[in-house]
């Protein structure tokens, strides 16, 4: 260290043991150099700013995977030019983030299972705007990953999810930067408690409680906007429930999203033995909460 500012060398090894302050200096003072190589590949534009992004956040994940400490410059500049290189053979828009994880092995589950990183990136992440959070928690990490879907489960057009996850990219490396040195939820605590709240939520049903649920954990005015376009409060929600369990649906947890005030439960559906094509095979629950308490649900089918 020189004039009390550390080498590439030393912020490698700070941030492979687990010093997230250490990764976002690294990203900062490599920035430049990633953005020359994203023009130089991609040109001026939005796609090479994107690049730089997905290039950071694919960083997040393999740092530790570099041997050499010193040749960190190099190694992000590489990072940097395969981000680019995806872009200029996808044949339609992709998920960057998951197309740039992928390609190395872990994906975007896996990115964020990762201790201090893994709370670090969710951190940032609920920095965002519930819209632009919203989006990136639907195509990063659901079983609903194309724009139309999306925009379907938003209800919003195309055109605004495409302008909300690059709006969400450019934001998010500003906010990994700014949040480095916070102190950061414990992510994998906020899942497994939303795990536990939607199991007990359906073994709550199974039994006919459902009702009791809903008026513990709800909003007295919630809002509920059924799978199939029908509006309405706490009532529909109890009877599409009750409904659904007397038709002989089951809903079986696959897995929980939690960032901040949205939680994202996606759910199989069972449909009953006599009639296999009665429902969806699948369900999300997209939920807002204020105070403590769910105040919207939008059921969505996303289409396998």
Known sequence: MES???SDVELVRSAQAGEVAALGLLLARHRADMRAV??????????????????????LSHLGELRDP???????????????????????PIAPLAESLAAAGPTP???????????WVWHAIGELSEPLRMAVLLRHFSATTSYEQIAAACEVPVGTVR???????????????????????DVGALTAASRAEALDTLAAAE???FAEVVAD?????????GGAGERGGTDLMVAG??????????QRFASALVSKDITLWEMDLLSPPGDPGHCPPAVIWMMTRRGGRFHRLRLFHPTP
């Open 241 to 250: 429930m009750n409904g659904d369990l007397e038709a002989g649906v089951r």
């Open 38 to 59: 994203a023009l130089g590949v991609l040109g001026y534009g939005p796609d090479a700013e994107d690049a730089v992004q997905d290039a950071s956040l694919a960083a």
């Open 109 to 119: 589950e896996e990115v964020v299972e990762n201790g201090a990183l893994r709370d």
């Open 4 to 6: 009390g500012v550390p």
């Open 217 to 225: 954990r709800w909003a007295a005015n919630a809002e509920l906007l």
């Open 207 to 209: 039994r006919g409680a």
């Open 70 to 92: 010193a040749s960190v410059g190099p190694w992000l500049r590489m990072v940097t030019r395969n981000a680019c290189r995806m872009r200029l053979r996808a044949a339609r």
């Open 163 to 185: 302008s909300r996850l690059s709006a969400a990219r450019a934001s998010l490396s500003s906010a990994l930067l700014a949040t480095a040195d916070l102190g950061h939820d």
